[in-house]
T-cell receptor, first 110, second 113 residues
Framework: GQQVMQIPQYQHVQEGEDFTTYCNSSTTLSNIQWYKQRPGGHPVFLIQLVKSGEVKKQKRLTFQFGEAKKNSSLHITATQTTDVGTYFCASPEGGTALIFGKGTTLSVSS | DGGITQSPKYLFRKEGQNVTLSCEQNLNHDAMYWYRQDPGQGLRLIYYSQIVNDFQKGDIAEGYSVSREKKESFPLTVTSAQKNPTAFYLC????????????FGPGTRLTVT
């Protein structure tokens, strides 16, 4: 079945550096959602992208959906310690439930 | 105060015992889900339900069972047939199955020895 592959699996940055995580699929995605899970917590919805080439911003976070709707990225500008956690992309498989990528775990040192 | 509750937060069982994890939502959502989370594996879908009295298997349904007798409740039973039951279990719900954000409960950490 459809899989969404996320890279990198782990990323460590110094506070103030930028961070990007990528989500790739071999098939066209109808839409993609992004979630954040803080250490010890549960995933929390960040955003949904639906249109080809769509770009959405939430403060220091920028989300992009590729033109071919096969990839997506989340970019964080000037990371802060509050950005620590695991970021997941997710997309519905074959019109059914969401399938999640394995996530990118971000650590930030001050 | 709306949301999803899961209980208990931590659960310990002996091998060979069935155990049922609770999930309740008061968001009036039609769709509910169960995920299993292991380190480095992301969230893997166990079962999902679009509506009361209906549910579908996810990617890793073997050794698990669910019921959806009420809209607000979607309990998960981890049976003795599940070979590696120790994991973090997350329940979620959404307004409907497709195109809507999922709201997650706080999770239950199950340890089987």
């Amino acid at each position: 079945g459809q899989q969404v592959m996320q890279i990198p699996q782990y990323q460590h940055v110094q506070e103030g550096e930028d961070f990007t995580t990528y989500c790739n699929s071999s098939t066209t995605l109808s839409n993609i959602q992004w979630y954040k899970q803080r250490p010890g917590g549960h995933p929390v919805f960040l955003i949904q992208l639906v249109k080809s080439g769509e770009v959405k911003k939430q403060k220091r976070l920028t989300f992009q959906f590729g033109e071919a709707k096969k990839n997506s990225s989340l970019h964080i500008t000037a990371t802060q310690t509050t950005d620590v956690g695991t970021y997941f992309c997710a997309s519905p498989e074959g019109g059914t439930a969401l399938i999640f990528g394995k996530g990118t775990t971000l650590s930030v040192s001050s | 105060d709306g949301g999803i509750t899961q209980s208990p937060k931590y659960l310990f069982r002996k091998e060979g015992q069935n155990v049922t994890l609770s999930c309740e939502q008061n968001l009036n959502h039609d769709a509910m889900y169960w995920y299993r989370q292991d380190p480095g594996q992301g969230l893997r879908l166990i079962y999902y339900s679009q509506i009361v009295n209906d549910f579908q298997k996810g990617d890793i349904a073997e050794g698990y069972s669910v019921s959806r007798e009420k809209k607000e409740s979607f309990p998960l039973t981890v049976t003795s047939a599940q070979k590696n039951p120790t994991a973090f279990y997350l329940c979620a719900s959404s307004i409907r199955l497709l195109g809507y954000e999922q709201y997650f409960g706080p999770g239950t950490r199950l340890t089987v020895t």
